[in-house]
């Protein structure tokens, strides 16, 4: 409807997919699902309320449900394989109700580390995440408001609603397309692939097979040009000392090993 559209709306919606996005690839992924980096709390408290700005649940559900996945990836229990259709794995999963992922013990097992932080149980517990959602939205509208009615409509449908169904899209294309079509660098026990327009679209994370062949890695770039930004912007955190603790890729990993092993002999020979 062209009485909501302006191109202030439109920068503010791709500029909210970059930010929003970023609130579910590093925090809600790769800060708390698999643990790629430590942050300071404040840090990480700040990043999880923008990331339920964009209502992908709340973080203890969302990453025992990550994990859940990659423990049965593509397998009978896994909650989004497209194996079952691509569909399904895109949205249905989210329409249906799953008791084998919706369940305290689920939560327990899969999340416990989560969960013992007080604000995210308090988050499972209450309706906060809902009025977390409203209160930002009516931001959006009363900003645009201060310039014209017209303005914070567009702001609050272009800077919000459309954003967020972006967000949405683009996280479940992980889960879809990176399922189904792509190279695979690595022999996982399941199909993920690597796959340059997810990639794109989602900042790094579209280099699934690389994902499931290192789930621990901060980084998905195993090749140059494997462009990882969500990488990038943890080691800038790194480099002005937010990031501590940031896990390399697994050869990294290993050559260090060796290396320190090779040390520890040398010292234990002298």
Request: proline content about 4%; hydrophobic content about 45%.
């Amino acid at each position: 409807m062209p009485y909501f559209f302006s191109w202030t709306g439109l920068w503010v919606m791709l500029a909210g997919v970059f930010v929003f996005g970023q609130s579910i690839t590093l925090c809600y992924h790769r800060l708390l699902a698999h643990k790629s980096a430590k942050v300071p709390k404040w840090f990480e408290h700040a990043m999880v309320v923008l990331a339920l700005c964009s209502v992908e649940d709340t973080p203890g559900r969302w990453v025992a449900t990550h994990r859940y996945h990659h423990v049965h990836s593509d397998e009978q229990n896994d909650p989004h394989s497209p194996l079952v259709a691509f569909l399904w794995a895109h949205v249905g999963w989210l329409l249906v109700y799953n008791p084998s992922t919706h369940n305290i013990t689920t939560y327990q097992k899969y999340a416990r580390d989560v969960l013992e932080d007080p604000f995210y149980l308090k988050l499972e517990k209450s309706s906060a995440w809902v009025w977390i959602y409203l209160v930002q939205a009516a931001l959006y509208f009363a900003v645009g408001a201060c310039f014209s009615i017209e303005m914070g409509w567009s702001l609050l449908i272009w800077g919000v609603v459309v954003r967020t169904v972006i967000v949405w899209h683009i996280t479940w294309s992980v889960n879809s397309l990176t399922h189904m079509f792509g190279y695979s660098s690595y022999g996982t026990d399941d199909h993920s692939r690597n796959n340059w327009f997810v990639a794109l679209l989602t900042s790094g994370e579209g280099w699934h097979n690389n994902h499931h062949h290192d789930p621990a890695s901060a980084s998905n770039q195993h090749r140059w040009w494997e462009i990882d930004v969500t990488y990038y912007l943890i080691k800038m955190l790194e480099f002005i000392g937010i990031a501590t603790e940031v896990t390399p890729p697994r050869h990294k990993r290993m050559a260090m090993q060796a290396e320190r092993a090779i040390r520890e002999n040398s010292v234990t020979n002298a």
